[in-house]
């Protein structure tokens, strides 16, 4: 039996060629209760937000006529990052 891989893992490509390159930490700002992850096209690198619930279905917003995606947000800096910054 082949081994089944989450869709909100990262390497995971959908049939689309749609790939998840890593959980971003945010909320959606369109789906109540679900997390956003950043993906990205294989066939035109373009990189988006979805939806963990979307990403086995996903089409690229660029080059497929996609819908357009959660926005993708930078993480500030953590704590520790900040302490090291002070010393």
Known sequence: ????TSTTAPGY???RGQVVIKATGF???????QR????????????YGSNGCDNHMRLCPNCQNG??????REAGPGLFDVLLSEA
């Open 27 to 33: 909320p959606s700002e369109t789906f109540k209760g």
């Open 67 to 72: 819908a357009k995606g959660e926005r993708l």
């Open 1 to 4: 039996m082949p081994e089944t």
């Open 36 to 47: 956003v992850y950043h993906l990205r096209c294989k066939f035109c690198a373009h990189d």
């Open 13 to 15: 490509e959908n049939p």
